[in-house]
Structures are given as C-alpha cells and as structure tokens.
C-alpha cells in the first residue's frame, strides 16, 4: 500500500525522469541490443517518420485507426491457416483471409493468461510490474491501478476516439473500469466466462461444474454458501468518467448459458454500433473487440462444425462475426486507413482439451503456462497499402510491443511515461520494411509473478530451481524442439551463463524501477444499479478485511 | 512355403476370380460402403469416365503421365506449408508452391514404416497381404515376391514407359528389385539409410552411431565382426530384365558420409535424365523420385536453415532439388497432361527428435507407429487443367488408393488381379470432383503384422489387449484431439461394438483370401559385379541356413 500512495506524487513531480524528450526507460536487454544496432535503428527510424508522415498526408492530415481484436484462449495454429483447420475440424475462413491480406506474425509471443495479456498490451509493461496477476472469476476488490497509462490513455491525448467491447478482466474495483482506463464507451462483463459460462445450471449438467449449482449436490453438513460465488455482477455498460450500468439481469436473475449466448450476440452487434459511431467522425479511432467466445462449457443443439467440440464450435461461430465486422468496417469507407490487429491473447485451455475441441496443436502447454504452447499466438496484421499483403516474419514479438508500436503509428510516442520502465518495443520499422527489421531477440516469460523461462532468439530456458546454477536449466531449441521435451544439456552449458546474465540484467532494473502494487479498492464501487445480491455478495466479502 | 508353391498355380487357373470382367475384390468395409453408395457411384463413374476420355482425347489419345515423389520420414505438416516452416524455422518453398497448384489430401494415410507403404503403394495392398514386414538394414534374403501385380506392372501392360530413380527398400533378393517389378530402369540402393548414412565414420563421431566402426571402441572380447553389418551392396542400376551393376564403389573402399552426399546428388541428376528420356518418348510415363534425403546423420558443415538439425537442413535442401525437377517438367512440355503426386512415406525419425530438427510437429508418434503420427503425412496431386488449384479434401485416403486410381486414370484397371484382395480404393472421383467425393471413410492400421488401430471416419480405437472387449479399447476423436491423448470412456462403449464388426469383416475377408508370403531367396544374386567383401557377407550371412 505504500507505494500506491506514493505513485501519485511521483507523477506530479517534475523530475527529469518525466519529460517527455528523455528516452523511454526500455529494460537492459533492449539496451544491450541498441548499443550493438542503435545507429542503424536511428537512420531506419528516420525513414520511418517519413514514411508515416507521408501515409498520413496521403490520409487528410490524420493518422490511422485501430480495430484490435482480441481471441481468448486459442494456442497458435488454431485460426488463420487452412491446414490447420483440417487438422482440426473446423473452419475459420474469414480469419484465414484475413491473414491473407497482412502480415503474420509468427513469433508473438503473450503472458501466459488473460488477465496478464491484456494488462501487457494495455500498459506496454510485463503486468509484474504493476502488481498484477491473473484476476480470479470472483470478487476480489483488486485491478488494473489507475497510475498505469495505457495506450487508450495516450491514443485520447492524441485525438483518437476510444471504446471497448467485450471481455475485460482488469478488475472489480472503480479504477481498473475500461471508461476509466481511456475509453470513452465500454460494454464488459465485471467478471470472465468462468463466472459467465461454466457457473451455470447447464454447464453443470454437462458434466463441466458438477457441484456448483445447488441442484448439483444435496449437502446437508453445507454451512458457507460464498465459496461458491454468489451474486456477482455480469455485464455493465459506461461512458468514460460515468457510473457503470449492469443491463439485462433482474434482481434475483438466475444467469444462464442462454444470457451468456445473448451476452456475446449483443458484443457482436455493440462492436458493429460502435464501429459505426468512430467510422462516421472526423477523428481517429481506436475501437477494441475483445469476444468472450470461443469460451463456452455447453455442448452447441447443433454443431455447426466437424469438430462439435464447445470451444472449437464456438471458434467457428465466431470466425464468421469476424468476418460481418471487417465487412462493415469495409463498408465504413475507413478500412484503408485502418490497422486492423487480430490476435489471441494465450494458448488454450489445456484442463478441457478433449471435450472443448481444441487441443495443444503444434506448442505443448496452454493458458497459465510459461510453454510455448501457452505463450505463442497467431497474430495477424493488416494495414492496407502499407503492409505487404500475405507477408510473413519469423522476428520475435511481445503483446506490450502492441503499445508502444501503435503509439508510435498514431504519433503519441510523447505520451508514454518516463518514470517507469516500458517492457514494449517499437516495431514501427517491422511492420513497414517486413521480416528481419524486428528490435527484439529476447523475451521474459512470466507466470504471475515468478519468471519462469527466458527466451533468446532460438533458444529458450526454463529457469533452474532455486539455488541450482545455470547448467541445471533445461534449455531448448524451439525450432527443432517447438514442444520443449528434449532438453540438451550441451546449451545449458554454454547458454546458461548468458541466460543467467539476462536474468541479471532484468533483476537489476526491477530493482532500479521497484514493481508498483496492484490497484485495491471495494469491489464494484461506480455501478449505479447493484443488484440485492450482489450488495450482499460485497458485504460478505468485506466481513473479514 | 506351402502357400508360396501354390500361389504360382492359382494365377495359371482360369479360375472365374481370374477373368477382367470380374470385379476388383475389396475389402468388406468397402463392400459395406458400396451397399450404401454404389447406385451414386456408378453414376459418378460414368461421368468419370467421360472426363477421363475427354482428357485423353485432349492429350493426343495419351494418359496423363505420372510423376511419383515419396519423400522419406516426413511427419503432416513439415512440407508445404510456410506457417509450419516458420515453426520449424526451414524454408520449403517449392513443395508450399507445388501444394498451391493442386490439390492437398489432408488425411492422407500411410503405412507406418518404409518398407510396408511403399509397398501398399506398389501393390495396392496392405503388405501384410504378401508377408512384408519392414526390411531390415542388413542382408535378408527376402523381398517383395514376383507374384505380387505392381503398379509400374499394370501400366506397362497399358503401354507406359516406366523408371524408378532412389530409395526402393523392397529387399535383397533378385525378384524384388524395381526393373524386376516394373521398371524399364532403376538406380537404386540395396539397402536404406541407415546403412547408407547412419553406418559411417563420420555419423559415428557425430555420436549417433558409436561403436558401429572399428575406431568408434577397442574391444578384446570381441568374436563376431558380423553382429555390425559388413561388405554391404550400396548403389546399383540396371535395365529391366538385367543384371543389376554396383557404382562407384571399389573393393575395399569405406562408405562415407561424402559417397552418401555423391549417391543423393547422383539420384537427383539421374531423376532430371530419366524424365528427360521419358518426356521424349511417345508413351505415357510413369516416373517415380523417392530420395534418400531427409534422411542424414551428419550436421551440415554450413547449415542452410534456421533449424540446422540434419534431418530438417537436408529437407530444405530436397525442397529445391524438387523444384529444379518441377522446373525440368515444365521445360519438357510434358507439364500439362503430367500427374505429380508427392507425398511422405510415414512419419519422421522420432528416435532422432531435437538433434534432427524435425519433431512431432501436430500429431502424436512417427515412423514405426500407428499413431497419427506415424501414418498421417501430407500428399500433394497436381493435375493441370483437371484437379482445381489450391484445393483441398478432408476425405480419408490410404496410400494403396493410389495403386487402383492410378491404374484407372491410365485406362489399366482391367490389369488389376482379381484373385486377391485389393485395399486400394479407386478415388479418381475425388480427384475429378473435389472434396466430398472420396470412397472410404475407414483405414486398417497395422505395425508390421500386427493391427493395431482402425480409424473409421473421425474416430480411432486403438486396439485392446488380446483377449480384452471392445469397451476396453481406447478411443479417440482425431479432430479434438488430434494427440492421441485423451480416450474418452463413452466412446469406446458406443463405437467399441461398431469397431470389432469392422475388425472381424477384416479378418473374415483374409480367412477367405488368406495371406501369402514374402519372397524369400538368396541375397544379392543379380548383381554382376558383387565386390568380395559382399561376396563374404553373403556367405557369412548363409552360414547357418
């Protein structure tokens, strides 16, 4: 607690830390690179103004939009490629298109979960270093702190319209709402789709959630009726810096996995409303669809795919409302000024693999895992006319270089702050010259809050156990062995000091720049409609703090 | 033997099973199909035939001709795909462009071993059918018998000119090698790669093969300097009806990794000649590449990809061999009425996994097992003009399918024996008509002799232990879980009593056609210049017989 409040004055003052023409803080790996390649980088990032500067002349003076579309829990190779959905039984021929007409990304690597992904991508920062982890489905009073600035943030300070639909899951309390993290609209669920579709009467009697529903056991010695959450807020809609609106749920509501297929439809056609809305202004937008689907614990009446699977079915559904989006932003007359990013933001749900359809398709591991297969995703990028059409690289990308490379392209690089350190690369130059100009050969793999593996161009090691030296790191070749199983004690041997001279180098500047803590307050507070339960469900939370 | 002395009987009697005007004897799934689907069927097949009398008469009254790449130990997904190449970090280029023009069988299904698929290919028949099993490195004297119908047989009787330039594998004795199966010209190794590559000096100091040389340990004890085989045939060639001819090795002369690398870009040379010879001619052609590499077990002394492990390098420099030889099919004017099939001949090496490059990429195994990853390999058709560019098909396809839709495309099926059992589905309707159109929805999967998984449409049982019930049987749904990983109890109870039904058809259509044996003899004869070491070896090898 004593650092949040001390956060606030650190930002009031103007330490030379906070102007804006000192550097970025990156961490000291990207420093090591920049002392080997900074020259070159300096005339490439010349060329770079001029070429923005000229795309955005071509464009009445404005910079371009953003469409950023977030898929949760789907591990690399399960959207986007023919091959793939053959192997799987499924089709996803508008994503598949999609990656046609842009630049696929083959290295992009993500935190190992939801809540950390996003919080990268939003705050340009390894989430460790604002304190946050993976929020839990229930109420915990925590999220994202307001002293982070994300990339909303600073996309506003630059003009752009904002707003965001679809999953969040940066926390229950005031501060961590998306219209008070920089959009200007929101429609988001409080919690994620543990609550939203496996806590349900039906996903239980699918065999998912046995026990959660009380029809699901008869528990006589039963005293406390919270372990199983209870009331908890579903989706709300807001206006930047107003009260949050929870829709479509009465008092005493059971939610049901019909609400939660109505919940997805309505995001779908709120996405097209607010495409609509920032396509018909002046200004540029930054507009952000972030879908709860392909989650869903319920078996579909009616499969629509090979697979039937509960989360490959739903991947399929969602491909085709995909494809309705880039259709109407086709129609908005915008698309040629518009980057459109889509990605997943960690592998799949392993713990269902089987009766979800989905499965560890090429990486071994998924979601909450530092394996490949829970950090590597597909993501794809198009930029009509800029980006060479069903272009391909192999460089290493990380979620947060999302920030600071949209910052870059929207002309909000001023904005980032000075005071902390920026985990995120400028790729500008990757995106306009293609393969090979990427600016990182190394990233830091979380889970929560332990550092887990560190990557370095082909090379990966998964860090020793405590106390044990660097040879003892099982260190793979990830283009020879995607699946991290044959560890080769050769590279450890020789890898190993330099890996472990990587984790110095981070471990130094986290000391230099000490992590922030995790924005506290009490849960759900700016929602002006609570439900009865869902006060009570906050009193019972509160009985013991 | 009984069989074997009988079997030459029962082709001399005019027996009814003999006469053309019989039908092809399948299997009993097949027939079980055919009860369901034959009245389509022949109505397809009538328009199949007046597409395939078009295409003839557009070709001057010629069949297509046919171009047959079998790459060796490669896994579904490590050719002909960027997005994988990007995984594996190796550039396979020609082979994505090649799968690009025609049509990608994306459940192509071999057997799991050299030896038996290239036999399934051959005969149109498991290789169990004819005793086959996979030919071991050493001398055997034994071989894929006389009395076994090829495919090169039947199309020579419909008047196609035919070479074989590579790996054959076949066995040791005179009656297996390919211009006594077929050919009009072969270039071939006695044996496989593990002789060719693995059993070198230089593979011995790359530690894969320690001790297999004398330099490799000094050991007093030893009595037997035949345990390591010893004086082994390496290349031959020869003209049908001939004598085979050793090149290029001297009495005396150690193999080497260096004599390896000649034969590989020898075979590559004399590939480019023989289509060559064959493009000149007036007949149709059927002309059949199967390269030794991937397979390797020295580390390039300049890797060419990023991977650099030696099977991957290799497989990236086969890329280019491959479309130096598409580029000579081009230049020959043949292009256009040439069918080109490549395809893998089973799984990769996973013995050799991270040092390789190669890795169970998507499925589970490789070569040896009848996991889907030792019997799913990608197969690419293109078929100018005929087969739709860029398609693909999800309809199940087992390599002996190629034997009997071969033969219909070239107007041979009437030399298909009908005193046997056929495993070969003609899926020329598939070929003409696109995905949708395949004849089987079902695959035997053996190891060797032994069955030991039946895929039927997207479900896999593994088979249970003698003597335990179908319940038992583990399960699998091959699209969730493409793995192998997750048997599903409920499965088995559902699908356990369809699957011994398909079993016991299996085994009452062999109790009626019982299978007959390998072809045994004495090793080597046929070949007009056997050095003396080879001569040793073969006495050696007789010995004890």
Not at 141 to 150: I, N
Not at 438 to 450: L, N
């Amino acid at each position: 607690m004593k650092l949040r409040t001390l956060l606030p004055l650190l930002i009031l003052t103007a330490s030379p830390a906070l102007s804006q023409d000192a550097p970025i803080i990156h961490d000291g790996e990207f420093e090591y690179l920049r002392a080997q390649f900074g020259a070159e980088w300096d005339t490439q990032d010349a060329e770079v103004d001029a070429r923005l500067a000229e795309i955005r002349d071509a464009n009445g003076g404005q910079p371009p939009n953003f469409l950023y579309i977030l898929i949760d829990d789907v591990s690399f190779g399960q959207m986007g490629d023919r091959k793939m959905n053959y192997v799987m039984g499924i089709e996803t021929p508008n994503i598949n298109h999609l990656a046609t007409e842009g630049l696929s990304l083959m290295r992009m690597y993500t935190e190992p979960s939801c809540t950390p992904t996003r919080t990268a991508m939003l705050t340009g920062r390894h989430p460790v270093r604002a304190g946050v982890e993976e929020v839990k489905v229930a109420l915990v009073g925590e999220g994202l702190p307001a002293s982070e600035v994300t990339l909303p943030e600073i996309l506003k300070q630059a003009g752009y319209n904002t707003a965001h639909v679809g999953k969040w899951h940066q926390g229950d309390i005031e501060e961590s709402y998306p219209h008070n993290q920089g959009f200007d609209w929101a429609a988001f669920p409080l919690h994620q789709q543990v609550q939203l579709s496996l806590m349900t009467p039906e996903a239980m009697r699918a065999n998912n959630m046995l026990g959660y529903v009380p029809e699901g056991q008869n528990n006589q010695f039963l005293l406390d009726e919270r372990f199983k959450p209870y009331g908890l807020v579903t989706g709300v809609e807001a206006e930047a810096g107003g009260m949050a609106r929870e829709i479509d749920m009465a008092a005493g509501e059971v939610w049901t996995q019909a609400k939660y297929e109505d919940m997805n439809l309505r995001y779908q056609q709120q996405v097209l409303q607010q495409l609509q809305r920032v396509a018909a202004e002046d200004a540029p937008f930054f507009l952000q669809y972030w879908p709860l689907y392909p989650l869903n614990f319920v078996y579909p009446d009616q499969a629509i795919s090979r697979n039937g699977g509960f989360h490959a079915d739903k991947l399929q559904l969602l491909d085709g409302w995909i494809g309705d989006l880039l259709d109407a932003l086709e129609e908005s007359g915008k698309a040629d000024n518009t980057i459109v990013v889509l990605m997943a933001d960690n592998g799949l749900m392993y713990h269902y693999e089987g009766t979800s359809g989905l499965n560890q398709l090429i990486y071994r591991g998924g979601k909450t895992q530092h394996l490949e297969g829970g950090v590597r995703t597909d993501a794809f990028i198009r930029w009509p006319n800029v980006i060479e059409a069903n272009s391909a690289a192999g460089d290493i990308f990380h979620v947060s270089d999302i920030y600071t490379t949209m910052a870059r392209i929207a002309g909000a690089t001023d904005y980032i702050p000075r005071d902390r350190v920026i985990d995120g690369i400028d790729q500008t130059a990757l995106l306009l010259n293609g393969e090979g100009h990427g600016r990182r050969d190394y990233v830091y793999v979380y889970e929560g809050p332990v550092l887990r593996s560190v990557v370095k161009q082909e090379f990966k090691m998964h860090l020793p156990a405590p106390g044990q030296p660097g040879a003892a790191a099982p260190t793979y070749n990830v283009y020879r062995d995607p699946r991290e199983q044959h560890p080769l004690v050769g590279y450890s041997l020789w890898a190993g000091a330099s890996f472990q001279d990587m984790v110095k180098r981070h471990q130094k500047m986290i000391a230099k720049y000490p992590h922030s803590e995790i924005g506290t307050g009490l849960p759900y507070e700016g929602i002006e409609n609570l439900r009865p339960e869902s006060e009570l469900a906050r009193e019972t939370f509160m009985s013991w703090q």
